[in-house]
């Protein structure tokens, strides 16, 4: 294994932070968030995993598709292609892994989104494994790994005094050969973290089908808000609409944008003539559950069972207590 | 400059509209309008021979998009045509369009009407409403090879009869050999001189054959819900010989934005266009 002491890797994110545009985890007010850097003294060290995960990277929040300058008889459309080279640092597997599975949206489900593209083909993803386990996490039980190497292009490890690392990619292979020079690695190796099951049994094992018609559903929807801070803070919650604006300041001059957006709001499914297919709150949150362990899978043949990382982000967002592994839980206890 | 930018881009760009300039812009009675469409730059090799049954986002500029289902195939005139109803915001800016007015297309989207598959057999055509558009192009390719389908019944219903559309069109549908319209409405006014009442009951009345023979219906869910039901309770057809063409709020076209899922399918890419056997218990679901 290579290794590489952890003065030098600093040395090198300083270079780096200096040279290039770097994101790592930093402590902002009382939250951690993938964020650009100045320096390696900004960057967060302990952390189970960021508060946000690292869609926005890829698929921003919101972001202009193209500019419209138009009267009725003239109009042009001006694209907005995202240009800047990211490297973003301290990358949890759960979050390359929801990486992964919007390639397989927004990438290989043809035809491709040259956005997402665009800010994929620009950046470097550089893996920290993760040495201790949330008490929210369940990586491993859908099918990741606290070092998990999938969607990453370098990754590192962290051992006495410095870091193992292992490249994964010609991006990755890049970024080693910028490195400090790496030596071989004879000492300890530390224990796979581990972390308490949150449910017993894996989830592609449930019969979604038979319990589409559940009363759980709608029992469960009681408490919930609509609020969909679960939608924004999922790796791989992925919906978005799209809407007009004016630009201030240019009369004439619109802009179209492409917002993330939820299953779970009210209207989120309502056709013109104003029919809802899911117009109890109880169909909507279901929607959701259904997603990620039932429908995004089959639509898009994902190499995951489920379209969830187990970054266990919802469980703790959640303003009411609603908990994907409990929901996990509950529909195979019923099985049993 | 006039829809002159450069297309180079476009083609690796799906989310961004082609350019077209409004033709013609007619009332197709209460609240509808026929919009017609010429394709400017790369819109025309784009869309080519787009099929009955597709679809395509409209762009009222700094208003937003919306899907329509195309109205017309594309040997029928020189225009690409959409029925358009007044509902909504983008709806009203492209009621308020002018000829000669810019607006932005994307598509052709979805799947279409397996026409070839569907030679051979009578037709049932079931449009309810603003639902009548997309089957249009399917009258439309009929007639146009008119010896490859058997007998061609038109099922066209609405809720008042100002909200029938095509309504200058009949004349030709019906003067078309072995071919059948039937009109209802739920509201007939005092001149009126056709059926009164649900297309279930025309549907009922008219009593088609399921022997060789494919239904094709647009409406309301609600609506597609009850001509399945009847068509197979009563009248002997298989949901297999049942198609349909869906709505849904959509914000891409192309799998991605979620919008438009109907349980595990997604209306964009998997369909618009179904057989009730693929989507029956689905729409049961979600009715």
């Given at each position: 294994?290579k290794?590489?002491?952890?003065?030098?890797?600093?040395?090198?994110?300083?270079?780096?932070?200096?040279?290039?545009?770097?994101?790592?985890?930093?402590?902002?007010?009382?939250?951690?968030?993938?964020?650009?850097?100045?320096n390696?003294?900004?960057i967060?060290?302990?952390?189970?995993?960021?508060?946000?995960?690292?869609?926005?990277?890829?698929?921003?929040?919101?972001?202009?598709?193209?500019?419209?300058?138009?009267n009725?008889?003239?109009?042009?459309?001006?694209?907005?292609?995202?240009?800047?080279?990211?490297?973003?640092?301290?990358?949890?597997?759960?979050?390359?892994?929801?990486?992964?599975?919007?390639?397989?949206?927004?990438?290989?489900?043809?035809?491709?989104?040259?956005?997402y593209?665009?800010?994929?083909?620009?950046?470097?993803?550089?893996?920290?494994?993760?040495?201790?386990?949330?008490?929210?996490?369940?990586?491993?039980?859908?099918?990741?790994?606290?070092?998990?190497?999938?969607?990453?292009?370098?990754?590192?490890?962290?051992?006495?005094?410095?870091?193992?690392?292992?490249?994964?990619?010609?991006?990755?292979?890049?970024?080693?050969?910028?490195?400090?020079?790496?030596?071989?690695?004879?000492?300890?190796?530390?224990?796979?973290?581990?972390?308490?099951?949150?449910?017993?049994?894996?989830p592609?094992?449930?019969?979604?089908?038979?319990?589409?018609?559940?009363?759980?559903?709608?029992?469960?929807?009681?408490?919930?808000?609509?609020?969909?801070?679960?939608?924004?803070?999922?790796?791989?919650?992925?919906?978005?609409?799209?809407?007009?604006?004016?630009?201030?300041?240019?009369?004439?001059a619109?802009?179209?944008?492409?917002?993330?957006?939820?299953?779970?709001?009210?209207?989120?499914?309502?056709?013109?003539?104003?029919?809802?297919?899911?117009?109890?709150?109880?169909?909507?949150?279901?929607?959701?559950?259904?997603?990620?362990?039932?429908?995004?899978?089959?639509q898009?043949?994902?190499?995951?069972?489920?379209?969830?990382?187990?970054?266990?982000?919802?469980?703790e967002?959640?303003?009411?207590?609603?908990?994907?592994?409990?929901?996990?839980?509950?529909?195979?206890?019923?099985?049993? | 400059?006039?829809?002159?930018?450069?297309?180079?881009?476009?083609?690796t760009?799906?989310?961004?509209p082609?350019?077209?300039?409004?033709?013609?812009?007619?009332?197709q009675?209460e609240?509808?309008?026929?919009l017609?469409?010429?394709?400017?730059?790369?819109?025309?090799?784009?869309?080519?021979?787009?099929?009955?049954?597709?679809?395509?986002?409209?762009?009222?500029?700094?208003?937003?998009?919306?899907?329509?289902?195309?109205?017309?195939?594309?040997?029928?005139?020189?225009?690409?045509?959409?029925?358009?109803q007044?509902?909504?915001?983008?709806?009203?800016?492209?009621?308020?369009?002018?000829?000669?007015?810019?607006?932005?297309v994307?598509?052709?989207?979805?799947?279409?009407?397996?026409?070839?598959?569907?030679?051979?057999?009578?037709?049932?055509?079931?449009?309810?409403?603003?639902?009548?558009?997309?089957?249009r192009?399917?009258?439309?390719?009929v007639?146009?090879?008119r010896?490859?389908?058997?007998?061609?019944?038109?099922?066209?219903?609405?809720?008042?009869?100002?909200?029938?559309?095509?309504?200058?069109?009949?004349?030709?549908?019906?003067?078309?050999?072995?071919?059948?319209?039937?009109?209802?409405?739920?509201?007939?006014?005092?001149?009126?001189?056709?059926?009164?009442?649900l297309?279930?009951?025309?549907?009922?009345?008219?009593?088609?054959?399921p022997n060789?023979?494919?239904?094709?219906?647009?409406?309301?869910?609600?609506?597609?819900?009850?001509?399945?039901?009847?068509?197979?309770?009563?009248?002997?057809?298989?949901?297999?010989?049942?198609y349909?063409?869906?709505?849904?709020?959509?914000?891409?076209?192309i799998?991605?934005?979620?919008?438009?899922?109907?349980?595990?399918?997604?209306?964009?890419?998997?369909?618009?266009?179904?057989?009730?056997?693929?989507?029956?218990?689905?729409?049961?679901?979600?009715?």
């Amino acid at each position: 294994m290579k290794y590489i002491q952890k003065a030098d890797l600093l040395a090198w994110l300083d270079i780096t932070a200096w040279e290039k545009n770097l994101i790592a985890p930093r402590k902002i007010g009382n939250q951690i968030l993938y964020q650009p850097i100045e320096n390696s003294s900004q960057i967060c060290w302990d952390y189970i995993r960021p508060d946000l995960s690292l869609k926005e990277a890829f698929f921003p929040p919101t972001e202009r598709l193209f500019m419209m300058k138009s009267n009725s008889q003239q109009v042009e459309l001006v694209e907005s292609m995202p240009e800047e080279e990211k490297i973003i640092f301290g990358v949890r597997s759960c979050d390359a892994l929801g990486v992964q599975m919007l390639d397989e949206l927004f990438l290989e489900n043809i035809p491709p989104d040259p956005y997402y593209a665009k800010r994929r083909e620009n950046t470097t993803l550089i893996g920290m494994t993760c040495s201790q386990i949330g008490a929210d996490c369940f990586c491993t039980q859908v099918g990741g790994a606290p070092d998990d190497p999938r969607g990453l292009d370098l990754m590192f490890k962290e051992v006495e005094d410095g870091y193992l690392l292992q490249v994964l990619s010609e991006k990755g292979q890049e970024i080693y050969e910028s490195l400090p020079k790496a030596s071989d690695y004879y000492g300890k190796m530390p224990d796979r973290p581990r972390g308490k099951p949150l449910f017993i049994g894996a989830p592609e094992s449930i019969d979604w089908e038979s319990h589409f018609d559940d009363e759980y559903w709608m029992e469960l929807s009681d408490r919930c808000l609509g609020c969909r801070i679960c939608a924004y803070v999922c790796p791989t919650c992925r919906c978005f609409d799209v809407r007009d604006e004016p630009i201030a300041g240019q009369p004439g001059a619109f802009e179209r944008l492409r917002s993330w957006d939820s299953c779970v709001r009210e209207n989120y499914r309502q056709i013109a003539g104003g029919h809802n297919p899911r117009a109890a709150k109880g169909e909507r949150l279901r929607n959701r559950f259904y997603c990620k362990f039932f429908y995004y899978p089959q639509q898009y043949h994902t190499s995951m069972t489920v379209a969830c990382t187990g970054c266990g982000r919802c469980i703790e967002a959640c303003p009411v207590n609603i908990d994907i592994s409990e929901i996990i839980s509950h529909l195979l206890e019923v099985a049993r | 400059m006039i829809g002159a930018q450069s297309y180079t881009s476009i083609q690796t760009n799906p989310m961004l509209p082609y350019l077209a300039r409004l033709v013609a812009i007619s009332d197709q009675g209460e609240e509808i309008k026929l919009l017609q469409l010429e394709l400017l730059n790369g819109g025309k090799e784009a869309f080519g021979e787009y099929k009955p049954g597709q679809f395509a986002f409209l762009s009222a500029f700094g208003i937003g998009e919306a899907p329509f289902g195309i109205a017309n195939i594309p040997s029928q005139g020189s225009t690409m045509d959409f029925a358009v109803q007044r509902l909504g915001g983008v709806t009203t800016a492209l009621h308020e369009l002018a000829p000669g007015d810019i607006l932005g297309v994307r598509g052709p989207m979805g799947n279409c009407f397996p026409m070839e598959d569907f030679e051979g057999n009578d037709l049932v055509v079931l449009g309810g409403g603003i639902g009548g558009a997309p089957l249009r192009p399917v009258i439309q390719y009929v007639l146009q090879n008119r010896e490859r389908y058997g007998k061609l019944t038109i099922l066209w219903a609405a809720r008042r009869p100002s909200l029938l559309i095509f309504q200058d069109e009949y004349e030709s549908w019906q003067e078309a050999p072995n071919t059948e319209l039937h009109l209802t409405v739920d509201e007939p006014d005092e001149e009126w001189q056709y059926e009164s009442g649900l297309i279930t009951d025309l549907l009922a009345k008219i009593a088609p054959r399921p022997n060789n023979a494919i239904t094709i219906t647009c409406g309301p869910p609600i609506m597609i819900h009850f001509v399945n039901k009847m068509l197979v309770e009563k009248l002997g057809f298989a949901a297999a010989q049942n198609y349909v063409t869906l709505e849904a709020r959509m914000h891409c076209g192309i799998g991605k934005c979620g919008r438009c899922n109907l349980g595990d399918k997604l209306v964009c890419v998997d369909g618009p266009v179904f057989s009730m056997d693929e989507v029956g218990e689905l729409l049961e679901k979600f009715l």
